[in-house]
């Protein structure tokens, strides 16, 4: 089956990457979603990308509430890192090394580490080890289901620096705690953060006196969250998520995978509800990021004066 492809040129500077971000359903079946994941690289080979981003657990599927654990347990390590090496190699010895085409996969799957298991974001590139620890990434903040799988990360960030710029990298539910992406973009100076994730779509808010309801709570945040990280931190915001329904639990994935500006704005989402592959050539992530800042840089202000707020200097007035 072939997927639908949108293509979008940002701009006629061929010296700057173009990017696949893919927008795809995560089966928990593994072989179906690295049969998947090669068909797409091979897309990204066609197209002359430089760079594809994969769904958070990619390989294995999204966790699911279940009474027996260990049926769970049970995907995570038919899919963890370690027991698809042979299928990374492939991959790996696919990539060009000359500068042009393909050179990096950007993915997320689950690790073991001393007897425990992670959420883990790794890099394949042709002249990496992608099992070297200061290339992976540990997922800090769990949700409370993924507790029961999985063990919290420290807080060391990844940032791997390459001749486009500087990328960072969050894990879904990190998209909530704003500080993650503060430092990296005010301490670590990074040109983009990439989150690639399983967010779902499902949650009712309702103001009933005003009117006011959706059922897809969720969904508005993670679009407001991909917005509002690239306008306070003036970064570029790449968020690739999964799409669709959970096999199991039911559960309805956002999809919504984008590339947002270091404005804010939206330059390009896909299908809420359907796999797409999307294309973005000549992303200048380097070359943006001046324009933005040359017009309004509040970076300056943001040293100038938050740092210098002192807690202390706080003042709460009861009034009566």
């Not at 090669?38 to 390989?59: C, G, M, T, Y």
């Not at 800090?140 to 060391?156: A, C, M, V």
């Not at 953060?193 to 009117?211: F, G, K, L, P, V």
Request: proline share 2%; with cysteine.
């Amino acid at each position: 089956m072939g997927f639908r492809l949108v293509e979008r040129v940002f701009s006629h500077k061929e010296d700057c990457p173009s990017i696949l971000l893919a927008n795809i359903n995560v089966s928990i079946d593994v072989k179906r979603n690295l049969d998947k994941m090669e068909r797409i690289i091979q897309v990204a080979h066609d197209k002359d990308v430089n760079i594809v981003i994969f769904p958070e657990l990619s390989v294995t599927g999204y966790v699911w509430d279940t009474i027996n654990e260990n049926d769970v347990f049970e995907k995570l390590q038919e899919g963890e890192n370690s027991r698809i090496i042979s299928w990374i190699e492939n991959i790996r010895d696919s990539l060009r090394g000359d500068g042009k085409g393909l050179q990096y996969i950007f993915y997320n799957n689950v690790r073991e580490k001393e007897g425990s298991l992670f959420n883990s974001t790794f890099i394949i590139h042709k002249d990496m080890d992608h099992q070297e620890e200061g290339l992976i990434y540990d997922k800090i903040f769990l949700t409370p289901l993924e507790q029961r799988f999985f063990k919290q990360g420290s807080d060391k960030r990844l940032i791997i620096d390459t001749h486009w710029g500087r990328f960072g990298f969050l894990i879904c539910y990190d998209l909530v705690f704003v500080e993650m992406a503060r430092k990296y973009a005010f301490v670590d100076e990074v040109d983009a953060i990439i989150t690639m994730a399983d967010w779902r779509s499902e949650a009712i808010r309702e103001y009933s006196h005003m009117n006011v309801r959706t059922d897809h709570y969720y969904g508005y945040l993670w679009d407001l969250m991909n917005s509002s990280k690239s306008a306070y931190n003036q970064i570029w915001s790449l968020g690739v998520n999964n799409v669709g329904r959970h096999e199991i639990s039911q559960d309805y994935f956002w999809g919504g995978s984008g590339v947002w500006a270091p404005s804010g704005m939206k330059l390009l989402q896909a299908s809420n509800i359907n796999e797409e592959l999307l294309i973005v050539y000549n992303l200048d992530f380097r070359g943006q990021r001046l324009v933005e800042k040359d017009d309004f840089n509040y970076r300056i202000d943001f040293h100038r004066l938050y740092n210098k707020i002192d807690d202390a200097d706080t003042h709460t007035q009861y009034l009566p």
